[in-house]
């Protein structure tokens, strides 16, 4: 099973006001593609639930873009492999603390820049060759850097968001509740920005307004076992306050491929 891309060790000068121009449109592009939007999120939970299941995942990341920001976090084992991540996103700003093994990288996106910081075996893992002065040390990845779009990828609200949909024909689930939070489902085959090449896909969103998406479970059999992973969302709407780093050291002054 590989882990999704959220989990992966290496996830993959325009104004302000083209950069939110961006965002913004790929926020629109990601609602669109599931069809139109009604006024559900002023549902009672009842009617909420009987709606279809294309329908209420819409509402859910319409709720979630106008909200602007959330936590998704996850931690599991997959292959034996333990793996944990907590990202922050917002619409133009996010940061990922991701745990492999003994490996961790922390990415940080702001003003359409990446940084990271890593220790010696992320480093190794992820470039393929470590620069011992580079290591835990806030390393600036600008876009016309070659390694700009694996870093860039999933941290950000629109980009988290992309990979939240389970694909294929979708059907809901009777109401249950999730983490104190009473929830229907949404099942189908994994979204395919997760990785897995089968198996099954169930995001939970909430029952009460803005109705957004609590939980998602996803499962695929592995050399005959099933793996499970969870990822949960919350903190809808926080101001994370994620700024520029410091010291920073450009990705050309060090020894790691561009």
Known sequence: MTPPHSMRISASRRPRRAR?????????????????????????????????????????????????????????????QAYSSVTNSALT????TLVIGDAWTVVRVVNQVVYIKENLTAMQEQFGVSDPPAVNRWIAIPRTNSNFVRFNTYILLPSMLSEVTPAGAL????????????VVGVTGKPN????????????????????????????DIVQGQRETFVITYSKWGTNFHITKPGPILPISSTKLPS
């Open 93 to 96: 700003t996010g940061q990922q």
């Open 171 to 182: 059907k809901t689930t009777a109401i249950t509740t999730v983490d104190h939070v009473r």
């Open 20 to 80: 939110l121009g961006a965002s913004l449109v790929a926020a629109l592009s990601l609602v669109l593609s599931l069809g139109p939007v009604t006024r559900a999120s002023a549902a009672t939970p009842t009617a909420f639930s009987s709606e279809s299941a294309h329908q209420i995942m819409a509402t859910s990341l319409a709720n979630a873009l106008t909200l602007a920001s959330c936590t998704s976090s996850t931690a599991t084992k997959i292959s034996g």
């Open 192 to 219: 395919i920005h997760l990785g897995l090449a089968s198996g099954t896909e169930t995001v939970y969103v909430s029952l009460a307004a803005p109705h957004v998406p609590v939980e998602m479970v996803a499962s």
